[in-house]
């Protein structure tokens, strides 16, 4: 699970402990580029074959976005006008004349991208979405900024040179100049000041957004719960304004309160709550799915599953008899004796519905590994 992670950092461990949230980092890949993911004919590909619509594409010339206008046309699906939707001949033209493509959401609808993302995300604990930007010779797209999250660039095709600011011990900003070729990934976390210089030939990158949780995140959720009290509702008193010291004075023995109740809080409660929000809001991943429903809405002993690429499962004891599964888009309730059952599920590699036989009769196992199928859990195996 951690190739994808590998890929970005290297050394997994090291970018843990020392890299992440503090620095930036350069990392050379020694298993070659990143244009399995995204090359310029992928790109030629979606621009002129795919139909793209406004947002999942943009033009930016010298830091400004190009009105939709100069690169998008009106068509019409049955009787429906559809708008925004790329004009190639017009985009192409733009691009040659010194405008960078933009290909917004990419973790959305780019098979490899889709599962990259998946994975990188589930490695790191932090929503990650993917855009492209795809540079012709000489030109520059974006202005030197920060983003308000971290950051992957990762080179896939054609070369670009990067300046990365950041603050010395002395206080000083410093510019480093960072050349990224294929294969070449850089880490910048949030806030770094960044911007791609001009370059020789068409250049295309990856930048891969992680949006992380922080301990702010965690802490606003205590509190928050707090705050529910309806103690916290009463009104100031009338005239307030003309009272502050006595106001300052409740405030005073009120934060003391909240205090002694933030002493006593449970940390294991939000943080236990965030895990299951992050496992269960992920993109469901669910390519094959409509044959896999069609070949097990009659199940037979014989058929052969196993574990989606990418699907999420992980147990929590519910309330009732009640075992839930975190499908990663999903939460799934079934009867909490099934438990002995699932774990076998989970730890084959693949698997005959027959096998279970020894924990479930016929016309039982047949129904859970038709609603684990159907909930994207599991797939079905050809012979």
Request: charged content about 30%; overall charge negative.
């Amino acid at each position: 699970m951690a190739e994808a992670l590998e890929r970005c950092v290297g050394d997994v461990d090291r970018f843990a402990h020392e890299v992440w949230g503090r620095r930036f980092r350069v990392h050379e890949s020694p298993g070659g580029g990143f244009d399995d993911l995204l090359s310029l004919d992928d790109v030629d590909e979606l621009l002129t074959r795919h139909s793209l619509r406004s947002p999942a594409f943009r033009l930016v010339r010298d830091g400004r976005t190009l009105p939709l206008s100069e690169c998008t046309r009106t068509t019409r699906i049955g009787g429906t006008a559809v708008t925004g939707v790329a004009d190639p001949a017009r985009i192409l033209a733009a691009i040659e004349d010194g405008a960078t493509l933009v290909l917004q959401g990419l973790h959305r609808y780019w098979p490899p991208l889709v599962d990259f993302c998946r994975e990188l995300e589930l490695e790191l604990g932090h929503p990650c979405q993917v855009n492209a930007y795809v540079t012709p010779p000489g030109a520059q797209g974006l202005r030197p900024h920060v983003d308000t999250h971290d950051v992957f660039v990762l080179q896939a095709f054609g070369t670009k040179s990067w300046q990365v600011w950041r603050t010395s011990e002395a206080g000083t900003d410093d510019v480093e100049n960072v050349e990224l070729r294929p294969g070449t990934a850089l880490y910048l976390p949030t806030g770094t000041r960044h911007a791609a210089r001009a370059q020789h030939a068409v250049s295309g990158h990856l930048t891969v957004g992680i949006h992380p949780t922080r301990w702010r995140d965690l802490i606003e959720a205590v509190v928050a719960r707090l705050l529910d009290d309806p103690v916290w509702e009463a009104p100031l008193p009338v005239r307030y304004h003309r009272s502050r010291d006595t106001v300052a004075d409740e405030l005073g023995r009120h934060l003391k309160q909240v205090g002694a109740q933030l002493m006593t809080a449970d940390p294991a409660e939000p943080v236990e709550r965030r895990v299951e929000r992050f496992l269960t809001s992920r993109a469901p991943m669910l390519r094959g799915g409509l044959s896999d429903r069609l070949r097990v809405s009659a199940p037979e002993d014989s058929d052969r599953l196993r574990r989606r690429p990418g699907a999420v499962c992980e147990l929590r004891a519910g309330e009732g008899g009640v075992l839930r599964l975190l499908l990663g888009d999903r939460e799934l309730r079934v009867p909490d004796r099934l438990e002995p059952v699932i774990r076998e599920i989970l730890a084959r590699e693949t698997f005959v519905v027959r096998d279970l036989a020894d924990r479930l009769d016929r016309d039982s196992r047949l129904v859970l590994v038709r609603r684990l199928v159907r909930e994207g859990l599991l797939e079905v195996v050809d012979a």
